[in-house]
């Protein structure tokens, strides 16, 4: 299956977290200022920070515009959300959470789903029916977790 993950990043943080998920499911690693290909692939995975209160990492506003004109059906697609719970419990990944809400009615299948358990937020919009709708990695505050976190869910998308 071609595999390809695209990544907004401004700290550098979510690459790193999209590279080593990439090694692990030989996914090509595309910044999401390269989403014109998306097509290309069988199984994509976004993935995005949350900045602010709750809003998109700056990449993804025009990748999401984007986004709209491709054809998505049929496509496996996972999301990845890097998020800060303690500093921003309220919006805490929010970020995949409004990539998720683009694209749920374009005939995606959406894979990998996680547990909110281990997690301390007030809220999130990337919870859906009391799970994240991707992966979901704190790095200010369990950086220790998320290597197993990573191998977790890529078993779980193979």
């Known amino acids: 299956m071609k595999t390809a993950i695209f990544f907004g990043s401004t700290t550098g ?91 749920k009615d374009m005939g995606i299948t959406l894979v990998g789903k996680t547990s909110t358990e281990g997690y301390n937020f007030g809220s999130s919009k990337a919870v859906v029916d009391e799970e994240f709708v991707g992966l979901v990695i704190d790095e200010n505050n369990q950086s220790d977790l998320t290597d197993e976190r990573i191998k977790n869910w890529v078993e779980k998308v193979k």
């Open 13 to 103: 943080t979510t690459e790193m977290i999209a590279q080593k998920v990439g090694e692990l499911l030989g996914a090509e690693v595309y910044s999401a200022n390269e989403i014109d290909k998306v097509e290309e692939y069988d199984f994509v995975i976004f993935a995005t920070s949350t900045w602010g209160m709750g809003d998109l990492q700056d990449d993804w506003y025009d990748a999401l515009e984007k986004l709209k004109t491709k054809n998505l059906s049929g496509k496996k697609v996972g999301l990845i959300g890097i998020g800060d719970q303690e500093g921003f419990g309220d919006t805490f990944v929010d970020g995949i959470g409004t990539i998720y809400e683009e694209i």
